[in-house]
């Protein structure tokens, strides 16, 4: 079923009107499995600070405190923020 949600999107790295990518919120509500598939299908999203809060999927998993999330963000990459804070700071 989620392929069939994904594939209708033509841009999974596009913003909706809050600045956030699909990536930013399934990794700020939880969504382990929603996350999973989208780093399979574009794994550089995880990289994306492009929005208000200069939040990365990382930065939001970690606030929020979804620790499986976050093992899997911290797997593919080491990010910071602009203020060099790591997402274990949050």
Do not use: Q
């Not at 499995?33 to 990365?56: E, M, Q």
């Not at 976050?70 to 700071?89: D, F, G, M, Q, T």
């Amino acid at each position: 079923m989620l392929d069939v949600v994904l594939c209708h999107f033509a841009d999974i790295g596009k913003k909706d009107s809050v600045g956030l990518t699909p990536i930013h919120w399934a990794c700020r509500d939880g969504h382990l499995n929603v996350v999973k598939h989208i780093l399979d299908k574009s794994p550089f999203l995880v990289h994306n600070t492009d929005n208000p809060y200069k939040f990365t999927p990382l930065h939001w998993a970690a606030r929020r405190g979804f620790k499986e999330i976050v093992e899997l963000l911290i797997a593919k990459v080491s990010v910071k923020l602009l203020k060099a804070r790591v997402a274990l700071h949050l």
